[in-house]
């Protein structure tokens, strides 16, 4: 591939995001449009206020799955890091991409920023990153391939368009899940090298907990949404947990920024007409402050806390330093001294 197919392509990808962005808006639009504004913040207010404890809870516990997988990728490049290092890396790295979007570019720039400076290598971080990538496809892929079957089919065949992408998305899921434990078990203890970079392909064992690592946190992430649910719709999880990956999949794929609108789409597609969308749409919209706004604010704010404390420390052992550099030149002389 030349260069100039290159920038091409990246650019391609790039601006994927907003093509997929500006069609999900016309598709949301579209679904809402007999719904005024007020309609939906009812919808949103009407959400009791037990339920929505449930989904804060449900969040927490999302957040520190997603921590595991900075430990699991840390073990995997033989790394060690104090616990609450890792824990604030993965929660921050996390809490910003799912906002963001492009999560290498995002989530890994603050992970590079703070592993560098607990003394981790750049092409550590680089493994790592690439390592959680693996992880977080595997457990995504495994609740796809489950959900294909728990889905009804009905559900699946009311569009044409996304019937055909939703099984070309369990194919290729299905086949990527496939090439990567037999990888593991065919090239286990071989290395893989990408320019500068060896990676060691990693057991069946640590795949295996790679897949349920990742599921475990998909499954928390889907019971958010579904805890803000179940006052508008009853819906068996089983179902519902299959939609939700579908949904969160495609909108990762899509490369718009937390997958908003295309996650909301696929999702207020799927449901039957006979449910009220207004009220469907303010759960959604319950979903994304409790899972994407608040984690971002409150892992923000311990980032900054951190940030100060570490720069006040800084500031003292400055100010120890020097005076101490005065004292040093007195200190010798008393050395030479006591030799004499």
């Known amino acids: 591939m030349s ?4 920038r091409l392509f990246k650019k391609l990808v790039s601006y994927s995001g907003i ?3 500006v ?3 016309f598709m949301l639009w579209w679904q809402l449009r007999e719904y005024s504004f007020s309609d939906i ?3 949103l207010l009407a959400i009791p206020l037990t339920n929505l404890i449930m989904a804060c809870i449900a969040c927490l516990a999302g957040y520190l799955t997603l921590s595991l997988y ?4 840390l073990k995997y490049v033989g790394g060690h890091v104090s616990w609450w290092k890792w824990m604030l890396a993965g929660i921050l790295g996390f809490a910003i991409s799912n906002n963001a979007g492009h999560a290498v570019v995002s989530g890994g720039a603050i992970r590079y920023r703070l592993y560098t400076r607990w003394r981790i290598s750049g092409s550590d971080i680089v493994k790592m990153l690439t390592f959680s990538g693996f992880t977080f496809f595997l457990g995504c892929s495994a609740i796809l391939i489950l959900g294909y079957f728990l889905v009804p089919s009905a559900l699946l065949d009311r569009s044409v368009g996304a019937s055909i992408g939703i099984n070309s998305l369990f194919i290729i899921c299905t086949a990527a899940v496939m090439v990567y434990f037999a990888a593991t078990i065919f090239f286990q203890k071989k290395g893989i090298k990408i320019g500068n970079i060896k990676f060691q392909v990693p057991t069946t064992k640590t795949a295996l907990i ?3 690592l990742g599921a475990a946190d998909s499954v928390l992430a889907g019971l958010v949404l579904y805890c803000c649910l179940l006052p508008f719709v009853q819906i068996p999880f089983g179902t519902y947990i299959g939609l939700f990956v579908i949904a969160q999949t495609t909108g990762v794929f899509s490369q718009v920024p937390g997958g908003i609108g295309v996650f909301e789409s696929i999702f207020l597609l799927a449901l039957p007409d006979t449910i009220d969308k207004a009220d469907i749409f303010g759960a959604l919209l319950a979903y994304r402050i409790i899972y994407y706004l608040l984690p971002l604010i409150g892992a923000g704010g311990l980032f900054f806390i951190y940030e100060n404390w570490l720069r006040t420390r800084m500031k003292r052992w400055l100010t120890e330093a020097k005076n101490k550099i005065p004292q040093i030149p007195a200190r010798i002389k008393n050395i030479k001294h006591r030799k004499k």
């Open 41 to 43: 913040i009812q919808a």
């Open 210 to 212: 790679q897949m349920l």
């Open 3 to 6: 260069a100039k197919t290159k």
């Open 70 to 73: 900075d430990f699991l990728a």
């Open 23 to 25: 069609l999900a808006a």
């Open 19 to 21: 093509f997929f962005f």
